[in-house]
Nanobody, 126 residues
Framework: QVQLVESGGGSVQTGGSATLSCAVS????????ISWLRQAPGKEHEPVIC????????SYLKSDVGRFSVARDKTKNTVTLQINDLKPEDTATYYC???????????????????WGQGTEIQVSA
């Protein structure tokens, strides 16, 4: 199985930045695209962004796409999610996950995800 562990969450002021890390099983980045999703309180999981095995990036958000960036570090087996200009609506639990496809899917739903991390929370305060 693919193991994913998120870290880097915490309390951040509005307008600040956050860097989340996803540690994945050794070799997984060579085989599978990695996605980030988030779940705000009382809401459904929302796909955020994906990076493929060839570093092609797919953004799933309908707005504020430019505030999110993702990168792989194959030597460290990590995928980082950078969020800039944080807003209160960014408050959520952030998950890294994989559908076990090599490339990012054009659309991503919960049913298409095979492995999830445990999540890390970001709390954005005014």
């Amino acid at each position: 199985q693919v193991q994913l562990v998120e870290s880097g969450g915490g309390s951040v002021q509005t307008g600040g930045s956050a860097t989340l890390s996803c540690a994945v099983s050794e070799g997984a980045l060579e085989m599978f695209a990695i996605s980030w999703l988030r779940q705000a309180p009382g809401k459904e999981h929302e796909p955020v962004i994906c990076v493929s095995i060839s570093d092609e990036i797919t953004s799933y958000l309908k707005s504020d796409v430019g505030r999110f960036s993702v990168a792989r570090d194959k030597t460290k087996n990590t995928v980082t999610l950078q969020i800039n200009d944080l807003k209160p609506e960014d408050t959520a639990t952030y998950y890294c996950a994989t559908s076990m496809a090599r490339l990012c899917l054009d659309r991503l739903t919960r049913s298409e995800i095979y492995f999830w991390g445990q999540g890390t929370e970001i709390q954005v305060s005014a």
